[in-house]
C-alpha cells in the first residue's frame, strides 16, 4: 500500500496535488501569457460526443424554445426566451476526476474510508465540491510531435517520450503544473474505449515525483489501454488515489500544439456538485 | 425595434460583444495579476442550490459508490471506483445565458430567426457552444459598499450606483470587461425569485455604451425584479438580443469583495453544449 | 425476527404473496364484472403530483413536437409527430412497491441479502421484474364510510375499522384478494408525509393473516404516520419484508367509492423494470 | 384529407376508438376467461432493451440500497429500504401511442391543432392523460403461425394474412377489440428500426373499418418498414390520426401464442402523464 502524499498537507488534507500551486505559482503562470490568445481545450457536449459503454450519453432536453412562439405561446412585454436541461455523466466529454473517483483497498485519496461514498449522499470527503478552481502553469506534451505522428492504440508513453516531449515544450514539467499530454488520438477519431494510446506507470511517477497538480491527456483515461498484465486502472490508482493528482480526460490540444507553445497559463474550473466524483469542464489555455 | 450591436461583427456573428475582448485585452488582464491568489466565484451545486418555480432543481444520481464494495462489488486488479450522473436545467446554480436564451420580436441577436432553436435540435444558432472559453479583466462594481450594506429586494441600482462603485474599484467598466455586480443579495440568501435587487434598464445600457464583454451578478436575473411598468425582463431584451452581452447570473462575490482587489483577471468557460441555450460556469477571479 | 412467509412456496421465490392468486382465484374475479364498467385508480402525473421532501418530482421533456413544424421543422411524407421522455422516482403518484423496496436485518423477504441491491446493478432478488401483472379480486375497504368522512391525519385505521368495512363491502378479505383501504387523504389534499391517516400494526397483521396478496391505499405509505413510537414504517417491515406482501401506495379511490361496488376485478401491473423497487402503475377496477 | 372518425364522438372527443369499448364490451370481453392464466405482453424494460437511434435508452438511477447500509447508513427502528428513479422515452419498451403522437396537415385526431403540443406544456389535446384504463377483448393474429414462421424484415402483412389469422383466432376482429399482431419479429431479436416486419396500409384499414379499439404488435411501429415508396409511417397517420386508433408497439407475443387461445380479456393501463405523448405500458392477456 502506498500512500505517497497522505498527510503532507494535513489529516483533512482533500485537495491533494492542488496543493502543489500556491499563489507564487499562480502569479508565474500568469506571466507566460503573451499574445493573449485563448485556446479552448474542450470538446463539443452533443448526443454524438463519444462514451464508454458502462456510462450512458448525454441528453439534452430543450423546455421552452423558439418553437413554442412559433406555435403560439404568449411573449408578454415582448420577451421571448428558451431554456433546456441537462442530463450527463459527471466524467464525460473533457472532464476531471475528483479524487474520490478511484481508489483501492478501501481507502481514497488520504486515507478517507471509501465507504465515505454512498448512493444516497455522493462523496463525504474529496468530491469534486473540494477542488476549486485551477489556474497555474500549463505543460503541453506533444508526444504527437515526438513520435511523428498520432499514436497507435495500445502505445504506451513512457518516460523518454515525456523527457522528449518537455524539450521540446521549452519547459520541464515541476512542481505544480498542469501536464497535458497530446497523444493524437482525439483527432483520430475515438474507436474504442478498451484500446487506446496513453502513459505507462513509469511515466506517470514521472510526473507524480516532478509534482506536479494536475496530469490531461487527449484521450480517455490518460493511461495506456489496456493495462499491463495483472494491473487495472494502475496509474489512476496510484496518482489520484496515493499522489492525489487529479486527471483532466478528453482534452481537445490539436489547436493547442498548432499554437506552437509548450508553456503558458492554463485555467480550468469543476462544476462544484456537492459529492460529486468528477466534472465536465471546459478548460482554456491562455498564450 | 434596436439592433444595437447588429452587423457589427458581422452577419454570421454569434458571439456579440465577446469580441470586443481582443488578445491585446486579454494579455493586460493578465498583468493584473499580482498576487496569484485564485478566487471561486461560483455556487456549490446540490439539491438544495436555490432555484425558481418555473424550473426544476438538481438531481445527482450516484452510480457506482463504496457502498458497491461495501457490499460484495468485486475490485477487478484491486480497483475501486465511483461514477455519478448530473441533471440540472442549463440556467441553474452560477451560470451564463447564451445569446440564445432570450429575445423579442422573432428575432435573436444579429437577427437570426428565434425559430431556428427548436425542441429537436436547440438553437442554431448562438448557442452556447459558440461563446468559448472566456478571459478578460473582471471589474467588481461592489454596491454593497457603496450603499453600506446588502440591497433590499426591489432595489434598483442606477448609474449613479455604478458611477460611485467604479470609482471605488479604481477602474471605470470599459471594453471587453467582465463587470461583476455585487448585490448583497446571495450573502442575504435569497428569499424570492420574483423580486430581487438588480440594474435598473439605464445603468445595463450604460455598461453597454461603454462596451463591456460580460455582465454579471450575484442575483437571479442581474436585472431588478419587479421590472418597471409595462415591461419583461428589459435588461436581458436589450443587453442579450440588441447588445450581443451575455450575462452572468448566480455569482457568489462576497469573497472577491473582501478580498479587496476592484480588478483582476477574469476567467471562466462554459461547457459547451451543442444548442444549448446556456451553462453553469464556475468563474475564477485571479488577484 | 419473524419470517411468516419465508420458504412458504420455496427457497428461490420471489413473488411472495402473489402466489395466493391461482388461476382460479382469477376466475372467480373475472366474474365479478357485472356491468363492465372500468374505474381509473390513478393519479395523474405532472410536475405537480405530490411527493415526499426526500425524493424529486417529474420532470416531462418534450423532444418533437408541434412547436418544431410551427417553427418550420420538415415533415417527410407528411408525417409529423411528437415525443417525450419520462423522469420519475419509481415510487411517485400511484405506484407499487416491489418486495426489495424495504426490509430489515439486512434480509429481504425470503431470506436474500439486502446487499444484494446495489447502486450499479438495482436488485439481485425481488426487483419488480419478477412481480409481473395482477390480475384478481379487489375489496374496497372504504373507511370514509365506516367512520363518516375522511380520517384526519394521524388517525389509525384498526381491525374494527376493517371488520365494519368488509361488511360493507360484502366481501371479507382473503386469500389472493387486491384490498385498497380509503382514508379519503387524497380526497382533502395531500398536506404533509410526514403525518397521515393509515393502517396500524394489528390492521395490516390481520390482512396478511387473512393471506390477502396486495394491499393498497389512498394516501401515501399505507401505514398511519407518525409511526407508533419506537418504530419506523413498521407495516412496511412486516408486511413486505415478512410475508411478502407489496403495497400499493397513493391510489384514487373516491370514484370506486361512489360507484357502489365492494367487490369487483382488480386489475394492474407494474412496469417491469430490471432490478428496480417498485413501479409507477395505473390500475384499474372492473366493475 | 382524410377524417374518418372525426366528430364522431363530438368536437371535443379525444378518446377515439377507445369509444367502441363499451360497458357490454367489457363485459363480454370478462366472459371469455376460462382457465384464469394471466400471460404478461411486456418486454423487460433495461439498459438493454433495444431502441431506435432517434431516442436514447433507459436510464436507472438507484439511490439508496442495499450499499449504502453495507457502507454504514443509519437504519433508524431497524429500517432499511432502497429507491430508484427511471428515466425513459415515453415510447420506449413495451408501450402505447397517444393520439397526440402522430399527425398531419397539422391538425391531430379530431381537428385539435398540432400546435397545441409544445414544449413547455406538452400536449393541450389528446395526451396519453385522457386515454384511461383499457379492457376489452383481445384477439390474437399469430401471422407466424399463418406464415409458418416469424417473418422476414420488410414482409408486408396483408388483409388475407388478417383474415387468415383471424378464422385460426376463432375470432373475426370487431367493435372495441384490441388487435394484437404477431411478427414473430421481438423473437427473432431486433436488428434495425429501418427494417421490419409490419402491416401494409390496407390491412391497417381493413382493421379500421371493423371498428377495433387498439391495434398492437410485437414489432417496433405496428406498420411494416420501409414503407411504400413515397410514404411515411402511412399506417401511423390514418389509424392515429384519422380513426383515433391508438397503436400499442413491443409487444411480446410468443408465450400469448403457446398459450393457444385466440380471443382472451386484454387489459393495460397508459400512466396518466399530463399532457404525455406516450406511455410505456405492461398489459396482460388474462385467458
Known amino acids: 500500500m502506498s500512500r505517497d502524499n497522505w498527510n503532507r498537507w494535513g489529516a483533512e488534507d482533500e485537495r491533494g496535488a492542488l496543493n502543489h500551486i500556491d499563489a507564487a505559482a499562480v502569479k508565474r503562470a500568469a506571466e507566460l501569457v503573451v499574445s493573449g490568445r485563448v485556446v479552448s481545450l474542450a470538446q463539443p457536449l452533443s448526443a454524438r460526443t463519444p462514451f464508454p459503454p458502462h456510462r450512458a450519453g448525454m441528453q439534452h432536453f430543450m423546455g421552452r424554445s423558439g418553437g413554442d412562439y412559433a406555435a403560439g405561446a404568449r411573449r408578454p412585454g415582448g420577451f421571448q426566451f428558451a431554456e433546456d436541461t441537462l442530463l450527463m455523466p459527471a466524467h464525460f466529454g473533457t472532464h476531471i476526476d475528483a479524487l474520490c473517483h478511484a481508489w483501492y483497498d ?9 465507504a465515505g461514498t454512498r448512493g444516497t449522499t455522493g462523496a463525504a470527503r474529496c468530491g469534486i465540491e473540494t477542488m476549486g478552481p485551477i489556474a497555474t502553469r500549463g505543460v503541453l ?65 514521472w510526473l507524480a515525483e516532478r509534482e506536479v497538480a494536475v496530469v490531461g491527456a487527449d484521450n480517455f483515461a490518460v493511461e495506456v489501454l489496456p493495462f499491463a498484465a495483472g494491473s487495472v486502472f494502475p496509474v489512476h490508482q496510484r496518482l489520484i488515489r496515493d499522489f492525489g493528482i487529479p486527471l483532466l480526460e478528453g482534452l481537445v490540444l490539436q489547436p493547442l500544439a498548432e499554437a506552437g507553445r509548450g508553456t503558458f497559463l492554463f485555467a480550468a474550473s469543476p462544476l462544484p456538485v456537492a459529492g460529486g466524483t468528477g466534472s465536465p469542464i471546459s478548460p482554456m489555455a491562455i498564450l
Do not use: C, H, W
Open 106 to 114: 478501501d481507502q481514497l485519496y488520504n486515507g478517507f474510508p471509501g
Open 141 to 205: 506534451l506533444d508526444i504527437v510531435a515526438v513520435r511523428g505522428g498520432p499514436l497507435a492504440d495500445g502505445a504506451a508513453i513512457g518516460v523518454a517520450d515525456l523527457e522528449r516531449a518537455a524539450k521540446a515544450a521549452g519547459g520541464e514539467p515541476g512542481k505544480g503544473d498542469a501536464v497535458l499530454i497530446r497523444t493524437g488520438m482525439a483527432e483520430r477519431g475515438i474507436v474504442s474505449f478498451e484500446t487506446e494510446p496513453g502513459l505507462d506507470l513509469a511515466a506517470a511517477l
